[in-house]
């Protein structure tokens, strides 16, 4: 060799789009599995300034509905929930059939479930890639901020409570901090601010009146069923959590013009509130 060389630089308009308006900090020229040389490029690219706004779209997560937005967005956990259960029978029988089998047998099963776990997992990401990037597409044309529930120790803490193997597994399997992840990422890259509040008692107060059930450790929910006791507002449970989360988060944005007042609520609710580092803060006068 001993000299450059000239090559003509391929690419598709997507890839040049990529490139516009953002600076090349290296490159590497590598090999791939198919013989063919692929240029990678790494580029910095300064994210925009986050949108500052007073409205707030909160967002529920769960398994039965993976996430529920305060503006009328669902998706249904139903699919996601089948393609597991498939994935766990077919694991369970290839295990039992490795237990009893000759050492060729287990080695062909290991490689199977070893694929398979490839699809599940690669199956799951793409559906957190694209509802995360759903919810900030929203967040964008309705010019707000996002707000979460900080669900950090809620694997552990379902998994105290006495459940079967099935229940307990599907728990385990819900991948909501790699949804998270992707959220925050996609934030930072489109400039929407996303804060997280504390969950506490999102689920059980009335979206409309704000109110919760006058017997502590009672609830207006009951599964996939809100019926508030006090306004008779009655809807889907997520979708009320969801609202309830966006009125929170309103209070954290701004802590001096939101609706949620301490006198509006009972006092075991108001104390959750304003104990967390993530939620609201202490209205002037409390």
Known sequence: MGTRER?????????????????????????????????????????????????????????????????????????????????????????????????????????????????????????????????????????????????????????EQPRSKIERRRSNSWAFFQLRMFLNYKAVQYGVEVVAINPAYTSQTCSECLHIHPVKGKSYRSGKSFKCGHCGNHCDADENGSKMISIVGADFVNPLGGSVLCCNLADHICAAILQTTSGLLKAPGF
């Open 7 to 159: 090559i003509k630089f391929a690419a598709s308009t997507y890839q040049r789009g990529k490139l516009t308006s953002r600076v090349p900090t290296s490159a590497q020229l590598r090999k791939h599995k198919d013989g063919q040389y692929y240029i990678h490029i790494q580029i910095k690219d300064e994210p925009p300034k986050p949108i500052k706004s007073d409205k707030v779209i909160g967002v529920d997560f769960g398994r039965r509905d993976i996430a529920v937005t305060s503006v009328g967005d669902k998706w249904d956990g139903k699919q996601i929930q089948n393609v597991r259960d498939r994935y766990a029978r077919v694991r369970a029988s290839l295990q039992e059939k490795a237990s009893k089998g000759t050492r060729s047998t287990r080695r062909r099963a290991r490689r199977i479930l070893k694929r398979l776990s490839g699809r599940e997992r690669r199956y799951q990401t793409w559906l957190n890639h694209n509802i995360s990037k759903l919810i900030i597409l929203s967040a964008l044309q309705h010019n707000a901020i996002i707000a979460i529930e900080d669900l950090t120790g809620i694997r552990e803490h379902t998994n």
